[in-house]
């Protein structure tokens, strides 16, 4: 049966449930119509109020009237159950049950809560009640299929599938257990059977096909694979079924085609649907993660408020992340959470208490205060035990307070609340890679990799999971993938790098080392890397050569050039020396440590004459920087802009005289890409300095670009508030640039929570 047909299905019963409530309700309208409302609530997810209103329903309802009482008794566990307060919902429904046996829902409800908390026999016990009073009740019967699966009576579970699927041959979910019963047998032909004949039985559920094409994938047949999920795409151009090649495409490092293809799963999405988000941010593409996050958030006010819950939890996690990366790239030197924070606090009545909880202790974790975050995740659990993400992020906690076996305990209790919840799988696989475990690592990270193929991280731990094991073509493999799934992070490099280190290709390995210290200047085993490949002594002209052709490729990297020449005049090999570096500052006139290198290598070769020019060069950019800084107090806009650009051009260090042309052509409104040049120039030379970030904000307000707006302005709060300013009216300054970029961005909730004081203010 289609998915329509279920919903169809599952509407009927609730229909008939609110009749037969509205029927044994006895008195007045009133109470009827107060009913009707608080079951409006519980439909439009408003769960909390739903609660509240059945707690004071039932507890109007005459001691007489059973089974209205049973009945108003099973809404109070259905929502507690949605709470994720599944023992107060167990006790209710056995208290419903108990009053009115005939509630043969309320039957139903407490053998799926046994059979979701692992306790088969006893889920078989109530499906067995209503099977002697119905029969053919096609959902008691899938209970006690799904019962004697998980209890392991495999053939038992096939018999009743196969009974089912012969009252309703269309009934997709009971195809879909069976052939996964076929599947743990062993028995992949008749797998393939059962999901061609569920796929023939109707044709407006892809679910068979996506099925069929993990079967053919598991047997090695990509093509078949391919063939399937597209069919799935044709029949049902829907997120899952997009997704799903996506997914297929991506595990075959096909990064290209499924972007294409997660771009279209954008257009079927929903209009609130974080699907897309989710991949940049699982693929490491976090700015855009948290672009649309904001988008969703801006445009997603009617919508249902666990929805909302959902988005704002993302968004502060990609905030989290964001902050991750750019303490790797070295643009701040400690985690910036001011974003994830206003986020946080922005939105805090959207979210749950343990969701409130658990993004408060990985708040607190990455301030490396592990005691404030397990105190936050003990209050998450307390409130939503059954929820695998408090227990998760425990385990994060003791993992950094020094306790890895009390981590794996947490990490373990999260997978047997949800085996899905991939964070703690993740977290798991890296644990025990830490400990030395590499074939269970291997074990847990592989899981996450399956459902997430393009996982940056994963993949990243993956490969070095592997490399420990000596798979050193297999840990390649995942290497590639992880440098095309994202080829802006260093992490691939550094792997890359090391494996090129271990086979002896050392000029393989400093061209993989040198990439990703261009990519994330800060990181240590990149720069242990080298100094690795330093250490052997076998560098060679050639390998120089090489690297100095793919600092040559387009794009030109001036800093790959840069340390080309540094390494030649190391070896004492001047004149290529020379060549490379008179070639960064070609690429880049304002590369001072460029032309100081340039000094020093016509130095060594004797050529006092260059190396004074070098040096008159650099003392120059000072003087032409005065000047600039005289004429712009003097109003003398011209002498300014002329000062400026001399100092630009005479390659002045520090990023002052970029800064400041770029700050005046965004105030005249005129050369804006110039400016804009100058402006991520001098921010590139002094990632921490908060005017230069606000310049560059104000830049792309100029240019109309709100939302990079948004991205560099908020960084320049954070970086401000993080280290303080001279003044309190520059913090102001830049609050007030950001609200207007919040303003601009049609993000008007950002703009008023600025009017907010700040955490430092407090």
């Keep these: 049966m289609s998915a329509v047909a279920a919903r169809s299905r599952a509407l009927t019963r609730w229909v008939l449930l609110c009749l037969s409530l509205l029927a044994l309700i006895a008195g007045c309208s009133a109470r009827k119509q107060d009913l009707l409302q608080v079951e409006k609530l519980q439909r439009d997810g408003q769960t909390e109020a739903a609660l509240s209103g059945y707690l004071r329903i039932y507890a109007q309802v005459p001691q007489e009237q059973r089974a209205a009482a049973s009945l108003i008794e099973l809404r109070i566990a259905e929502c507690l159950w949605k709470l994720g307060r599944n023992r107060e919902a167990y006790t209710t429904l056995q208290r419903a049950v108990e009053e009115y046996p005939a509630n043969t829902t309320a039957q139903l409800r407490l053998a799926e809560l046994l059979l979701s908390g692992a306790a088969p026999e006893e889920a078989k016990e109530h499906a067995a009640v209503v099977l002697w009073r119905e029969p053919r009740n096609i959902e008691a019967l899938s209970i006690q299929g799904s019962a004697s699966a998980s209890s392991g009576d495999l053939a038992g579970a096939s018999e009743i599938f196969r009974r089912i699927l012969a009252m309703d041959p269309a009934r997709v979910s009971i195809a879909l257990a069976l052939a996964e019963v076929e599947v743990h047998q062993g028995d992949l032909p008749s797998a393939r059977v059962t999901l061609q004949a569920s796929a023939h039985a109707q044709n407006s559920d892809a679910s068979p096909l996506l099925a069929l094409g993990r079967i053919e994938e598991m047997?090695?047949?990509?093509?078949?694979?391919?063939?399937?999920?597209?069919?799935?795409?044709?029949?049902?151009?829907?997120?899952?079924?997009?997704?799903?090649?996506?997914?297929?495409?991506?595990?075959?490092?096909?990064?290209?085609?499924?972007?294409?293809?997660?771009?279209?799963?954008?257009?079927?999405?929903?209009?609130?649907?974080?699907?897309?988000?989710?991949?940049?941010?699982?693929?490491?593409?976090?700015?855009?993660?948290?672009?649309?996050?904001?988008?969703?958030?801006?445009?997603?006010?009617?919508?249902?408020?666990?929805?909302?819950?959902?988005?704002?939890?993302?968004?502060?996690?990609?905030?989290?992340?964001?902050?991750?990366?750019?303490?790797?790239?070295?643009?701040?030197?400690a985690p910036s959470l001011e974003g994830a924070r206003a986020y946080l606090h922005l939105y805090r009545t959207a979210l749950e208490a343990p969701t409130a909880e658990v993004l408060e202790a990985e708040l607190a974790l990455e301030q490396g205060d592990s005691a404030a975050a397990s105190a936050h995740a003990q209050r998450a659990i307390n409130s939503a035990p059954d929820q695998p993400a408090g227990h998760y992020v425990l385990g994060m906690a003791l993992l950094g307070s020094g306790d890895p076996i009390a981590a794996g305990l947490a990490f373990e209790r999260a997978l047997e609340r949800d085996p899905d919840f991939r964070p703690a799988r993740q977290a798991e696989a890296q644990r025990l890679f830490g400990l030395g475990n590499y074939k269970e690592a291997e074990t847990q990270v592989a899981n996450v990799i399956v459902r997430e193929p393009a996982n940056l991280q994963a993949l990243c731990l993956y490969a070095r999971v592997l490399m420990a094991q000596k798979r050193f073509s297999d840990a390649l493999r995942l290497a590639q993938r992880a440098h095309a799934a994202n080829r802006s992070a260093s992490e691939p490099h550094v792997i890359l790098g090391d494996l090129a280190a271990r086979g002896r290709q050392p000029g393989a390995a400093l061209i993989h080392y040198e990439e990703a210290l261009l990519l994330e200047p800060h990181s240590k085993s990149a720069m242990e890397g080298l100094t690795g490949v330093y250490r052997q002594g076998r560098i060679t002209r050639g390998m120089l050569a090489k690297m100095e052709r793919v600092a040559a490729n387009s794009p030109p990297s001036p800093e790959l050039m840069e340390i080309a020449g540094r390494v030649f005049a190391e070896q004492g090999w001047y004149r290529d020396a020379e060549r490379c570096l008179v070639r960064a500052l070609r690429m880049d006139p304002a590369r001072a440590t460029a032309a100081a290198a340039l000094t020093t290598t016509y130095l060594a070769k004797g050529d006092r004459e260059r190396a004074r020019d070098a040096v008159a060069r650099l003392n120059s950019t000072s003087?032409?920087?005065?000047?600039?800084m005289r004429a712009s107090q003097q109003h003398d806009l011209p002498a300014a802009f002329r000062s400026y650009e001399e100092a630009v051009r005479a390659g002045e260090r520090s990023g002052v005289a970029a800064n400041n042309l770029a700050w005046l052509y965004a105030e005249q409104g005129t050369r804006l890409d110039r400016a804009l040049l100058l402006a991520s120039s001098a921010r590139n030379l002094d990632p921490q300095n908060p005017a230069f970030l606000d310049t560059l904000g104000m830049v792309h307000i100029k240019r109309h670009e709100y939302s990079q707006a948004v991205d560099v302005l908020s960084k320049a709060v954070q970086v401000a508030q993080l280290h303080g300013v001279a003044e309190a009216s520059r913090l102001s300054e830049f609050r007030s640039h950001l609200k207007e970029a919040y303003r601009l961005a049609g993000q008007s909730d950002a703009a008023a929570a600025m009017d907010a004081p700040s955490s430092s203010q407090r």
Excluded at 228 to 242: G, I, K
Excluded at 311 to 330: D, F, K, T, Y
């Design 623 to 628: 003087a032409h920087l005065m000047a600039g």
């Design 219 to 333: 047997t090695g047949n990509a093509q078949a694979a391919e063939g399937d999920y597209r069919a799935a795409v044709a029949l049902q151009d829907s997120p899952q079924t997009n997704i799903s090649l996506a997914q297929f495409l991506a595990r075959n490092a096909r990064f290209a085609e499924a972007e294409l293809v997660m771009q279209h799963a954008q257009s079927t999405t929903p209009s609130f649907s974080t699907v897309v988000p989710d991949f940049d941010l699982a693929t490491g593409h976090t700015v855009g993660a948290i672009s649309s996050y904001r988008k969703l958030l801006g445009a997603g006010s009617g919508e249902p408020m666990e929805q909302r819950s959902l988005v704002v939890a993302r968004l502060v996690e990609a905030e989290l992340q964001r902050s991750r990366e750019e303490v790797s790239a070295g643009e701040v030197k």
